[in-house]
């Protein structure tokens, strides 16, 4: 198109030129004339020829760019390996030049707990009280959830009351069961005529009956959380059938024996332990016989009274003050300022007997002084210890004094009539029936319960006290009237002559027999 404007340009000059028709011209030859580019032509030129440049650079530096930036990358990443190599070895170095390398740097323990710190303050800050929180959301849980529930006692009664009637519905009858022992019982009192093949059958029957009790009631201890023992269940069953069993054998109308004693008489190889005795005035109640020789005489003795305050369960008898001193309990005279004594008292149940064995445990109180001077009344408090008595009026057991000091005799009006160097008498309604102890073992005393050395259990009598722990048969005190009997109750009483703040004699343990 730029040659057709160019001939276009040429023949537009050509035809400026103006002639004549009736001129005769004449054409001559005219010589090639060279074509020589125009102005425009070379201006053309020279902007297709830059274009055409800048194109290949264009395309140059866009080709550039990549290389350059991952060059740029190997550059800093070379830098970088080099600088972690200079800390390396800056820090392989001596602890002298690590220091000098870091002493330029901030701690970074301190820059880190700084950073804590703040954060720590902005977020809890903007943070509700955790605790307060805490109390907020238990508050509202339990006030849905309790609000929601039945109530507990209410439900657990309900769970009781159906495990009792799943349990005992599906048990027998235990009359039904304790007649049928009997009846079988008797079968074999009339089957078997030698004694004593008969008594191993009714232990082996009676120790059968108890191991199947023993099951039933392991099994409801298990379901139903009771105040009563399952040894005690056990024990009140079995001495119930063995009682049973012994009036089968002596034809007493399905009556109970009346005393250890009877049960020895009726089956002498009869163990000791829990049975059901009849009284009187024919009620029944439940006593422990002990079937071996006690106090020089065979078995048969019914034990009616007995404390053991090591027992925990156990607590003193009505009337009686509480002694504690770390594990050691005791029971004494109630607070008084005065002699006083304090009182309980043993039915006999209408047992006819003709001797009482017993022994008695106790703690010295401050100072007590043994007898009390010039006392010769059984009624009044004329020991300083435990008066043990029968009946009334009074008739004298056993007494039990506490001496003051076992050591030392710069006391003898205070000391055990049987120490060494004593001054003291005994009441004449006393004579031997006696024991006397004292707990302190130095020369003087203190407001305080001596329990290293308890009272009349035999041992501790040391230096003047030596001869009064060689009492046959102590701790054990016996009394035996021969054929007087009596149906006496027993009485024991812990007395004193002064004020319970100056001496008092608690006792702790005690057991009484009679036969």
Same mark, same amino acid.
């Given at each position: ?38 102005t425009r032509r070379l201006d053309?030129?020279?902007?297709? #020829? ?23 990358? $190997? ?15 800056? =820090? ?8 000098? +390398? ?37 508050s509202k849980v339990n006030s849905?959830?309790?609000? !929601? ?60 009956? #108890?191991?199947? @009790?023993?099951?039933?009631? /392991?099994? @409801? ?29 002596? /034809?007493? !109308? ?23 005795? #009849? ?7 439940? +006593? ?16 009616? +009274?007995? @404390? ?29 300022? !005065?002699?006083?004594?304090? !009182? ?25 002084? +043994? ?41 003898? =009006?205070? $000391? ?46 040391? #230096? ?25 109750? $027993? ?25």
């Amino acid at each position: 198109m730029e040659l057709e404007v160019e001939n276009k340009f040429t023949y537009e000059s050509l035809g400026q030129d103006t002639f004549k028709e009736s001129n005769v011209y004449e054409l001559c030859q005219v010589p090639p004339v060279e074509e020589r580019p125009t102005t425009r032509r070379l201006d053309w030129e020279v902007r297709r #020829a830059e274009q055409h440049k800048d194109k290949k650079k264009r395309e140059q530096t866009t080709w550039n760019k990549p290389v350059i930036v991952l060059l740029s990358l $190997i550059v800093i990443l070379q830098v970088g390996i080099l600088c972690l190599l200079l800390a390396h070895i800056v =820090y392989t170095r001596d602890t002298g030049t690590y220091s000098g +390398a870091n002493s330029g740097l901030p701690d970074f323990t301190e820059w880190a707990n700084g950073v804590i710190s703040k954060v720590n303050s902005n977020v809890t800050g903007s943070l509700p009280d955790f605790n307060e929180w805490a109390n907020g959301v238990v508050s509202k849980v339990n006030s849905n959830v309790t609000g !929601s529930l039945p109530d507990f006692n209410e439900w657990a009664n309900g769970v009781v009351s159906k495990v009792n009637s799943n349990v005992t519905g599906s048990l027998p009858d235990f009359n039904e069961w304790a007649t049928g022992v009997s009846q079988n019982t008797l079968q074999l009192f009339q089957d078997i005529t030698n004694f004593t093949e008969l008594d191993k059958q009714i232990l082996h029957t009676t120790r059968d009956s #108890a191991q199947k @009790l023993i099951n039933i009631v /392991n099994t @409801l201890s298990s379901l139903q959380s009771t105040s009563t023992s399952t040894a005690g269940v056990v024990d009140d069953t079995f001495l119930f059938i063995r009682s049973r069993h012994l009036s089968k054998l002596c /034809n007493l !109308s399905f009556s109970f024996p009346t005393s250890c004693k009877h049960i020895k008489t009726l089956l002498p190889t009869s163990p000791s332990g829990y049975y059901i005795l #009849a009284s009187a005035n024919g009620s029944t109640y439940t +006593a422990y016989c002990n079937m071996e020789e006690l106090c020089g005489s065979g078995g048969g003795w019914t034990r009616l +009274a007995y @404390l053991n305050m090591s027992d925990s369960t156990m607590n003193c008898p009505s009337g009686f003050r509480l002694y504690q001193s770390g594990s050691y309990r005791a029971c004494g005279r109630p607070v008084t300022s !005065s002699g006083s004594c304090v !009182s309980v008292k043993f039915p006999s149940h209408g047992i006819s007997y003709s001797q009482i064995c017993g022994r008695v445990t106790g703690y010295q109180y401050t100072s007590p002084s +043994a007898f009390s001077i010039g006392s010769n009344n059984l009624n009044l408090y004329y020991v300083d210890g435990v008066s043990i008595t029968r009946g009334s009026p009074r008739q004298h057991v056993w007494t039990l004094a506490n001496g003051v000091t076992d050591t030392y005799n710069n006391h003898p =009006y205070w $000391i055990c009539p049987c120490s060494t160097g004593s001054s003291q008498t005994v009441p004449s309604f006393v004579g031997n029936h006696y024991f006397c102890e004292s707990g302190n073992h130095a020369a003087y005393w203190s407001s305080a319960l001596y329990t290293s050395d308890p009272l009349w259990d035999g041992q501790g009598c040391v #230096a003047l006290e030596a001869t009064c722990c060689a009492v046959p048969g102590m701790p054990w005190f016996h009394r035996d009237y021969g054929n007087t009997t009596t149906t006496d109750y $027993i009485e024991l009483r812990v007395c004193g002559d002064q004020s319970t703040a100056d001496e008092d004699t608690p006792v702790s343990f005690y057991e009484i027999y009679v036969k």
